[in-house]
């Protein structure tokens, strides 16, 4: 049955993962309509991106900008059946929040109702709390089923009321880690969701290079600095306060450079950490960039570093591809041991993991993989090993594609 996937923006850089399983599940057949909350603000788009053929519907991202639209929208599904109970789970959501978010989403429906086309009669949303509330409206509006995919900010950030009322309310929901299960089931929210990692498409990603030169890595050459490298849009979940300030305190006598590969509105307040913390000249921001420049950033640096943490909205990371993406190229990786990071990290045997917002043991763990390169090594071998055999993508886009009714990939021909 052809499907519409409503996502909060399209394309989008931070988003592989979304573009990932279209793509595969394209070719594996399925009819998708992309449909976007918001227009793109990238500068760049990734390679992945021109493979999908889908068509594209965006609907208004601010009312009052198409007001005709809108009313249009509503002229139409006034008509509809469900038009009534739809009004009615509006008006109980907008009791308990009462935010102009809630009038832009049921406007987002109308404007959706309006203009699905026919052929698609299922609608997927991309995250359940701005995706998942338009995505809700609008097949109540049409009597459709939807379902959804959890992420992570979404299930942070979004009241437990409206968590259970909408996973009760869908016909299926999978989830990204393990670790967003528990939490459901801490709420009663879990009984219609499953646990389907993304995974990585190693299809798009050469074999790990053999690092020679940096074997011997070991920081102490001022004319040869060991390169870390981060990937991650510069916001407060993503910790790079916390580790600016590790960095500053490793010893003056150790030589390294950090490149930094993501945008983000924090970004010139860490700037002027850096300088402040007389670190400026040895960090490059090179901004949001497009896959095949982040991989060769993966293949070309000695130690990926990221400091997750949780944020004051509650926002944190789940399990962040970019981890995935840099273990696939033989990288060590050093992370904090937050949310699902575990799950994929095995402290001292694929990866080492600290506290958050520690910023000495962030430090020491940085020290000691930049003065034993043979414990890097070893630590990137066997995340590689790890990432390719138990986090391929392939297991979960076979699931997503038996529940979207598309014959198994794997399955022998009769």
Request: proline share 8%; charged share 20%; aromatic share 6%.
């Amino acid at each position: 049955m052809p499907v519409a996937f409503v996502l909060k923006g399209y394309p989008r850089l931070s988003e592989t993962f979304i573009a990932q399983e279209i793509a595969a599940l394209e070719a594996l057949g399925l009819d998708i309509l992309i449909v976007s909350l918001r227009h793109p603000t990238d500068k760049k788009r990734h390679a992945l991106n021109d493979r999908i053929k889908a068509p594209l519907l965006y609907l208004p991202e601010y009312l009052y900008q198409e007001p005709l639209r809108v009313l249009r929208g509503w002229w139409h599904a006034r008509r509809l059946p469900g038009y009534g109970e739809t009004l009615r789970l509006w008006w109980r959501d907008l009791l308990r929040d009462p935010s102009p978010n809630r009038g832009r989403r049921l406007g987002q429906a109308l404007v959706l109702a309006a203009e699905l086309p026919p052929r698609y009669r299922h609608i997927h949303a991309h995250f359940v709390h701005t995706p998942g509330s338009v995505a809700r409206y609008a097949a109540h509006l049409l009597g459709l089923p939807w379902t959804a995919s959890a992420h992570a900010r979404d299930l942070w950030t979004t009241p437990a009321w409206e968590k259970q009322e909408k996973f009760a309310d869908c016909q299926w929901a999978v989830t990204c880690n393990a670790h967003n299960i528990t939490h459901l089931r801490s709420i009663n929210a879990a009984a219609k969701v499953s646990l389907v990692y993304h995974g990585i498409d190693t299809s798009r990603f050469p074999p790990p290079p053999e690092r020679i030169e940096q074997a011997a890595n070991d920081g102490s050459r001022a004319d040869a600095p060991l390169h870390l490298v981060s990937v991650g849009r510069a916001v407060a979940k993503k910790g790079y306060d916390t580790l600016l300030d590790a960095l500053a305190l490793l010893p003056m006598g150790l030589h390294w450079r950090l490149e930094h590969i993501g945008g983000g509105p924090l970004l010139p307040q860490l700037k002027q950490q850096a300088e402040r913390l007389g670190l400026a000249e040895r960090i490059t921001w090179r901004g949001a960039q497009a896959q095949d420049a982040v991989i060769a950033a993966y293949r070309a640096a000695d130690l990926f570093v990221l400091a997750s943490r949780q944020d004051q909205d509650g926002d944190m990371d789940g399990l962040p591809n970019v981890l995935m993406e840099a273990q696939s190229q033989g990288l060590a990786c050093l992370a904090t041991d937050i949310s699902a990071i575990p799950e994929l990290i095995e402290p001292e045997r694929t990866g080492l993991l600290v506290p958050p917002e520690n910023p000495t043991a962030l430090a020491a763990a940085l020290r000691r993989l930049i003065e034993q390169p043979a414990l890097r090594q070893a630590l990137g071998a066997a995340g590689a090993a790890r990432v390719r055999g138990q986090f391929s993508m392939q297991a979960g886009i076979a699931e997503l594609a038996r529940r979207f009714g598309l014959p198994d990939p794997d399955a022998a021909p009769c």
